[in-house]
């Protein structure tokens, strides 16, 4: 079941605006992000790529990366694990035409989620958020 949510979560962001509120990660999805596990979300991430707007991205860990593309740009979602879950998830969103409005309307939308802390890294090429659980 958890499976499933996350690839209605992933299929809901194809080919549309990355900052479209109703678009942006809702607090259920990310309850079921946390949840997972490294062996599930490198399995998801294979499936995923067989989409056209979603790429896999190695890098120096076990772990995958996935970039979902979009109509105005592309969000890079890297999972952080300790001992198999999930201890951070870093969103970055990098724009075709960037400006800081997108920084106050990422952090609106994040700041409402209780349980959840935030970091964000704003750039003149990306808004970067890192979150995790404040428990």
């Known amino acids: 079941m958890k499976k499933f949510l ?12 990355a900052l479209d509120s109703s678009k942006l990660i809702n607090l259920d999805d990310l309850n079921i992000l ?5 062996k599930d979300w490198n399995e998801n991430v294979l499936f995923l790529i067989k989409k056209n707007s979603f790429a896999k991205i ?3 860990s076990d772990t995958f990366y996935l970039k979902s ?4 740009g592309e969000i890079i979602t890297m999972p952080i694990f300790s001992n ?3 201890e951070k998830i870093k969103f970055e969103y990098i724009f075709f035409n960037h400006n800081k409005k997108y920084l106050k309307i990422i952090q609106n939308h994040f700041n409402f989620f209780k349980k959840f802390c935030f970091e964000y890294l704003y750039n003149d090429k990306s808004i970067e ?6 428990d």
């Open 34 to 38: 946390f949840d997972l596990q490294k």
């Open 6 to 17: 996350f690839f209605c979560l992933i299929f809901l962001s194809i080919k549309t605006h």
């Open 84 to 86: 198999n879950v999930i």
């Open 69 to 72: 593309v979009f109509n105005d």
């Open 58 to 60: 190695d890098n120096d």
């Open 129 to 134: 958020v890192g979150i995790s659980k404040c």
